[in-house]
């Protein structure tokens, strides 16, 4: 009898390391099959919010060719205005004959004002992680010809200037590979500190996401420049644009689009808007 009982405690005890070794087995599996799904969510993310992007520039550029100039930016503060909601969004005394914006440097797609789809419940146009940290931001050049008034976003200013004034425009939008160290310096322009360091100097508008990491925000200096927190109060036009970096080093996540003015003069000649 005693020998009955010793061995099926050795049968019980072989099952439960039997057992031990098929959750192993089973943890392992999930884990293996975990990490490809998050990456593959990971990427359609991002897949899409560049396809968003993408249609967001080819809608400014309709705009552009219907309407004679650019919208302005979106309301950026904390609490936008009820009005300005999705919309453009004028400055004081701004309007579209004018083009004087009230952000033009730090504000959002206006996804109302170009009949945009993806929106928010304020109208925001929001990249493919939805939450309202992740509104799809816009800046477009301040660049002033033959005049007071903004070329790009008043009514005709770029028929008024001229294609060749606006090829010969200094004060476009700067992409850089990585932030300069002048970036905070008190001046109403600065550029990437070097060619070796830009992408581009002539962009009209740049269109981007905060990526992943919008909420949080990202903390690198790449990232902050284009976060722009009070870009009102000092105003530059340089904006960063690389790979996709984090594990121990700074994170950068940002997803960013811009169109210089070479394609821009091409597509409104293209379509009669100019000269």
Same mark, same amino acid.
């Given at each position: 009898?005693?020998?009955?009982?010793?061995?099926?405690?050795?049968?019980? %005890?072989?099952?439960?390391?039997?057992?031990?070794?098929? /959750?192993?087995? +089973? &943890? #392992?599996? !999930?884990?293996? =099959?975990?990490?490809?799904?998050?990456?593959?969510?990971?990427?359609?993310?991002?897949?899409?919010?560049?396809?968003?992007?993408?249609?967001?520039?080819?809608?400014?550029?309709?705009?552009?060719?219907?309407?004679?100039?650019?919208?302005?930016?979106?309301?950026?503060?904390?609490?936008?205005?009820?009005?300005?909601?999705?919309?453009?969004?004028?400055?004081?005394?701004?309007?579209?004959?004018? %083009?004087?914006?009230?952000?033009?440097?730090?504000?959002? /797609?206006?996804? +109302? &004002? #170009?009949? !945009?789809?993806? =929106?928010?419940?304020?109208?925001?146009?929001?990249?493919?992680?939805?939450?309202?940290?992740?509104?799809?931001?816009?800046?477009?050049?301040?660049?002033?010809?033959?005049?007071?008034?903004?070329?790009?976003?008043?009514?005709?200013?770029?028929?008024?200037?001229?294609?060749?004034?606006?090829?010969?425009?200094?004060?476009?939008?700067?992409?850089?590979?990585?932030?300069?160290?002048?970036?905070?310096?008190?001046?109403?322009?600065?550029?990437?500190?070097?060619?070796?360091?830009?992408?581009?100097?002539?962009?009209?508008?740049?269109?981007?996401?905060?990526?992943?990491?919008?909420?949080?925000?990202?903390?690198?200096?790449?990232?902050?420049?284009?976060?722009?927190?009070?870009?009102?109060?000092?105003?530059?036009?340089?904006?960063?644009?690389?790979?996709?970096?984090?594990?121990?080093?700074?994170?950068?996540?940002?997803?960013?689009?811009?169109?210089?003015?070479?394609?821009?003069?091409?597509?409104?000649?293209?379509?009669?808007?100019?000269?």
């Amino acid at each position: 009898m005693h020998r009955k009982n010793g061995a099926a405690a050795r049968i019980r %005890g072989f099952t439960l390391i039997e057992l031990s070794v098929v /959750v192993l087995v +089973i &943890t #392992l599996l !999930l884990g293996s =099959l975990l990490v490809p799904l998050a990456t593959q969510v990971e990427q359609r993310n991002v897949s899409e919010t560049q396809k968003r992007l993408q249609e967001v520039k080819e809608a400014l550029i309709g705009y552009a060719i219907a309407n004679g100039r650019f919208p302005c930016p979106a309301e950026v503060s904390p609490v936008p205005d009820p009005n300005d909601r999705g919309n453009e969004s004028f400055d004081v005394g701004g309007t579209a004959a004018n %083009g004087k914006c009230k952000h033009p440097y730090d504000g959002y /797609v206006p996804g +109302i &004002t #170009l009949g !945009l789809s993806n =929106l928010d419940s304020q109208g925001f146009v929001v990249d493919a992680w939805g939450l309202q940290q992740n509104r799809l931001r816009y800046a477009i050049a301040p660049t002033k010809l033959a005049g007071t008034d903004p070329v790009f976003t008043s009514l005709n200013g770029m028929r008024t200037a001229g294609i060749s004034s606006i090829g010969g425009a200094t004060t476009l939008l700067y992409i850089c590979a990585t932030s300069p160290a002048n970036l905070g310096a008190p001046t109403p322009f600065a550029d990437c500190a070097g060619i070796g360091n830009t992408l581009s100097s002539d962009a009209i508008f740049v269109i981007y996401s905060l990526g992943k990491n919008a909420a949080t925000p990202g903390t690198s200096t790449d990232e902050a420049a284009n976060l722009k927190p009070n870009f009102t109060a000092n105003p530059n036009y340089i904006f960063v644009s690389k790979v996709k970096t984090g594990g121990t080093g700074p994170e950068f996540d940002d997803i960013v689009l811009w169109t210089s003015r070479y394609n821009v003069l091409a597509q409104l000649t293209a379509a009669g808007q100019l000269p």
